[in-house]
């Protein structure tokens, strides 16, 4: 399964000539885990904070594949790459129609009090659904 998420290139996403600004993209990939886990894991943030708990990123790695510019309705493809004890691994593919805009591939870690944890079997059985089909070579 893939999470989707649209999201509309705004003013303040772009730069002078009209293009997103390349951290405005850090940004609207944070909304879409934000988003994700309120919306298929039923796990806001908001109630991970309250309880001491989060999803803090450990690593990302990003390829930019074409530019987007004002206006553009981008489709962000997010799923899971792997799961850990404490961690998972997510990618995001980026489109816009037929033309792809951006590959991030990133690690976040299950914490409580900031220490890593396991994921709650809640939330991890609700993650391998979205987990990848390995690609045939």
Do not use: K
């Not at 914490?111 to 993650?127: E, F, G, K, M, Y």
Request: aromatic fraction near 12%; charged fraction near 25%.
């Amino acid at each position: 399964m893939i999470y989707h998420r649209l999201i509309r290139i705004e003013f303040n996403h772009c730069d002078p000539a009209g293009i997103v600004f390349y951290p405005r993209y850090f940004e609207m990939l944070n909304s879409t885990v934000e988003n994700f886990f309120r919306d298929e894991m039923a796990y806001p943030f908001e109630v991970m904070m309250g309880q001491a708990e989060g999803v803090p990123t450990a690593r990302t790695e990003v390829t930019f594949h074409a530019p987007s510019r004002l206006g553009e309705e981008l489709d962000w493809q997010l799923s899971v790459v792997r799961l850990g004890r404490a961690s998972v691994g997510l990618t995001a593919q980026v489109w816009c129609g037929d033309s792809h805009r951006l590959t991030a591939d990133l690690t976040l870690v299950f914490v409580r009090d900031l220490r890593p944890q396991a994921w709650p079997d809640t939330i991890r059985s609700r993650l391998i659904p979205f987990m990848e089909a390995p690609h045939d070579p």
